[in-house]
């Protein structure tokens, strides 16, 4: 008996009416991107594992999709590793390429291998799948579609801002109101580090505090005692965690908190800066917040981060995020070139224009009208109309099989084709056509010319 078809956990199929969904979305993101000045561009499904290993931390680098070495190069796996039960050393020594994790790290790559042929800065936009070994959730696949778009070669605060209203553009085109865009800097979380005594210890600081809207104030402090950062330093974390209040209250906090620290007080100049160009230029349907405790666990941001919030009430996490990287060009040989880049998840986005029903109706690809086939010379005629039709841009086909008029009804109504157009030896005779409305039963002889007109 043959086995039952299926896919794999965390994938998925798409029906035409989702596809044509998610097309709306990236065409959305996609004249965005470019009205902003972004240059598309596009890089393998995979990357070689080196240089992507050791750049998302410890815990994203368990999430990478490694690929099985082939062939002749089987033969270079490393036993002695296994007998020595060192797994992880075994398993890098069967691959040596991985699904890209991401866009971030890829595009990096490319801006080093082509640096003669673009000019700085350069800004890109991406629109492309990734992997990760993630377990499936709602909301979160093990491959998904990104659509980033990053600056690389300047050190401009006028890129985030630039972010900033990207993002506000395109929620804004997309009907998608009370939005929120997280904002933090990685130097602020660097200064409370070393004010607490865990500058050694940032990453697993930035990471365990980065959990705190998953899991808690009490398990994040558990977590940050497991690695090593001391209770008095904990708690002196403590006005963090109750930190509230709108951006400047929450800056004053925060100045009086990092006092000792230049480079927190230069995190929080660098917020100080984007937060009063937004409230210039102003945004038309999303939030600018403060969230001192966001983090995001890259181990590759070194400036402002971002992290995009649905509208509350949606179980839902982000939408989208980024934020500054003042060297990731330096892992592929390239130094002090900064950039700055942001996501938009389009999962998570598509999931809420779907709970929100904010989905325009036109946005269905589906045929507008289906010639009713009643024979070879009738179906020869239609199809000299279809071709007019189409030429006019309406999406229009002819069944095609010369069966039953219930059976080619019933099809039509199925997929939701809103009319239907009766070619019989009547209307070859005239040089008309007979025009039924699905919804209405209503039935009119028409014109080509009026057709076109009508179905338009």
Same mark, same amino acid.
């Given at each position: 008996? =043959?086995?039952?078809?299926?896919i794999s *956990?965390?994938?998925?199929?798409?029906?035409?009416?989702?596809?044509? /969904?998610?097309?709306?979305?990236?065409?959305? @993101?996609?004249s965005?991107?470019?009205?902003?000045?972004f240059?598309?561009i596009?890089?393998p499904?995979f990357?070689?594992s080196? %240089?992507?290993?050791?750049?998302?931390?410890?815990?994203?680098?368990?999430?990478?999709f490694? @690929?099985? +070495?082939?062939?002749?190069?089987?033969?270079? $796996?490393?036993?002695k590793?296994?007998?020595?039960?060192?797994l992880?050393r075994?398993?890098?020594?069967l691959?040596?390429?991985?699904l890209?994790?991401d866009?971030?790290v890829p595009?990096a790559?490319?801006v080093?291998q082509h640096? +003669?042929e673009i000019?700085f800065?350069? /800004?890109?936009?991406?629109?492309?799948?990734?992997w990760?070994a993630?377990?499936?959730q709602?909301?979160?696949?093990?491959?998904?579609?990104?659509?980033?778009?990053?600056?690389?070669?300047?050190?401009?605060?006028?890129? !985030? #801002?630039?972010?900033?209203?990207l993002?506000?553009?395109?929620f804004?085109?997309l009907k998608?109101e009370?939005?929120?865009i997280?904002?933090n800097?990685?130097?602020i979380?660097?200064?409370?580090?070393?004010? #607490?005594?865990?500058?050694?210890k940032?990453?697993?600081?930035?990471? =365990?505090?980065?959990k705190? &809207?998953?899991?808690?104030?009490?398990?994040?402090?558990?977590?940050?005692? =497991?690695?090593g #950062?001391?209770?008095?330093?904990?708690?002196k974390?403590q %006005?963090?965690?109750?930190?509230?209040?709108?951006?400047?209250?929450?800056?004053n906090?925060l100045? $009086?908190?990092?006092?000792?620290?230049?480079?927190?007080?230069?995190?929080?100049?660098?917020?100080?800066?984007? &937060?009063n160009a @937004?409230s +210039?230029l102003?945004?038309?349907t999303?939030?600018l917040?403060?969230?001192?405790?966001?983090?995001?666990?890259?181990?590759?941001?070194t400036?402002?981060?971002?992290?995009?919030?649905?509208?509350?009430?949606?179980?839902?996490?982000s #939408?989208g995020g980024?934020g500054?990287y003042?060297?990731?060009?330096?892992?592929?040989?390239?130094k002090?070139?900064?950039?700055?880049g942001?996501?938009?998840g389009?999962?998570?986005?598509?999931?809420v224009? !779907?709970?929100?029903?904010l989905? %325009?109706?036109t946005v269905n690809?589906?045929?507008?009208?289906?010639?009713?086939?009643?024979?070879?010379?009738?179906?020869?005629?239609s199809l000299k109309?279809?071709?007019t039709l189409r030429?006019a841009?309406?999406?229009?086909?002819?069944?095609?099989d010369?069966t /039953?008029?219930k059976?080619?009804?019933?099809?039509?109504?199925r997929?939701?084709?809103?009319?239907?157009?009766?070619?019989?030896?009547?209307?070859? *005779?005239s040089?008309n056509?007979?025009? *039924?409305?699905?919804?209405?039963?209503?039935?009119?002889?028409?014109?080509?010319?009026?057709l076109i007109?009508?179905?338009?």
């Amino acid at each position: 008996m =043959a086995q039952k078809p299926r896919i794999s *956990k965390g994938t998925r199929d798409f029906s035409p009416e989702q596809v044509a /969904k998610r097309n709306y979305i990236f065409s959305t @993101i996609k004249s965005s991107f470019e009205k902003f000045g972004f240059q598309p561009i596009e890089t393998p499904s995979f990357e070689l594992s080196e %240089p992507l290993l050791g750049k998302y931390g410890e815990e994203g680098d368990r999430l990478i999709f490694k @690929i099985l +070495n082939s062939g002749e190069k089987v033969k270079r $796996a490393d036993l002695k590793a296994l007998e020595q039960n060192n797994l992880a050393r075994f398993s890098n020594s069967l691959s040596e390429k991985a699904l890209r994790y991401d866009l971030t790290v890829p595009f990096a790559r490319y801006v080093v291998q082509h640096q +003669n042929e673009i000019e700085f800065p350069f /800004k890109r936009y991406q629109i492309q799948p990734v992997w990760r070994a993630d377990r499936p959730q709602k909301g979160r696949f093990q491959e998904f579609y990104q659509c980033d778009a990053d600056v690389v070669g300047s050190n401009s605060l006028w890129q !985030e #801002i630039e972010f900033i209203q990207l993002y506000d553009e395109v929620f804004s085109l997309l009907k998608l109101e009370r939005v929120t865009i997280n904002i933090n800097n990685r130097k602020i979380l660097s200064g409370i580090a070393e004010v #607490i005594g865990a500058k050694d210890k940032l990453i697993d600081f930035t990471v =365990a505090l980065d959990k705190l &809207d998953k899991i808690g104030e009490e398990n994040v402090k558990e977590e940050m005692l =497991a690695k090593g #950062i001391s209770l008095e330093g904990i708690s002196k974390l403590q %006005p963090l965690f109750s930190l509230s209040g709108d951006f400047d209250s929450q800056v004053n906090s925060l100045k $009086a908190i990092l006092s000792s620290s230049q480079e927190g007080l230069k995190g929080i100049e660098e917020l100080e800066f984007i &937060d009063n160009a @937004i409230s +210039n230029l102003g945004l038309k349907t999303t939030t600018l917040r403060l969230n001192v405790t966001l983090a995001r666990g890259l181990n590759y941001y070194t400036g402002a981060i971002f992290e995009v919030s649905a509208p509350e009430g949606l179980e839902i996490g982000s #939408i989208g995020g980024g934020g500054r990287y003042d060297d990731l060009t330096g892992i592929f040989g390239l130094k002090n070139v900064s950039g700055v880049g942001i996501s938009f998840g389009l999962d998570r986005i598509y999931m809420v224009l !779907e709970e929100l029903s904010l989905f %325009p109706k036109t946005v269905n690809t589906n045929t507008e009208v289906l010639f009713i086939n009643f024979g070879e010379q009738e179906a020869l005629y239609s199809l000299k109309a279809i071709k007019t039709l189409r030429k006019a841009g309406i999406r229009a086909e002819l069944y095609p099989d010369n069966t /039953k008029m219930k059976k080619q009804m019933t099809y039509a109504n199925r997929r939701e084709i809103p009319f239907v157009v009766l070619v019989g030896e009547q209307e070859m *005779k005239s040089g008309n056509f007979t025009l *039924k409305d699905m919804q209405t039963g209503e039935q009119l002889s028409i014109e080509i010319d009026k057709l076109i007109h009508k179905l338009k």
